[in-house]
């Protein structure tokens, strides 16, 4: 079992930036893949970005790819999410899941655990 905690989410103006934590406890990060996802008011949840398990191998969704940077530290059981010149559109409950295996996929349903959020909104 693994339970994930995410943090650093709030207010920002366009522009900004925030920078988003995710605690694993239970077991390592080892053989789990991790992966932000965000969603907005009255949208599905989306894909922003993953990590394979070894931390080697990143992907970006489009719409943040040159802002937004996947990271871990395996030796904190941390997953971090910075976001750079956010934008009002970015504004979205933020997401943190991890699944078994080692690399990341792009569908919610693929993923084995999820944190119970954390919000970010950009004002312009």
């Known amino acids: 079992q693994v339970q994930l905690v995410e943090s650093g989410g709030g207010l920002v103006q366009a522009g900004g930036s925030l920078r988003l934590s995710c605690a694993a406890s239970?077991?390592?990060?080892?053989?789990?893949?991790l992966a932000w996802f965000r969603q907005a008011p009255g949208k599905e949840r989306e894909f922003v970005a993953g990590?394979?398990?070894?931390?080697?191998?990143?992907h970006s969704a489009d719409s943040v790819k040159g802002r937004f940077t996947i990271s871990m530290d395996k030796a904190k059981n941390t997953v971090y999410l910075q976001m750079n010149s956010l934008k009002p559109e970015d504004t979205a409950v933020y997401y943190c899941?991890?699944?078994?295996?080692?690399?990341?996929?792009?569908?919610?349903?693929?993923?084995?655990?999820w944190g119970q959020g954390t919000r970010v909104t950009v004002s312009s």
């Open positions: 239970g077991r390592s990060f080892s053989y789990y893949a």
């Open positions: 899941a991890a699944r078994r295996g080692g690399y990341y996929q792009l569908q919610p349903h693929e993923y084995d655990y």
């Open positions: 990590i394979s398990w070894s931390g080697g191998s990143t």
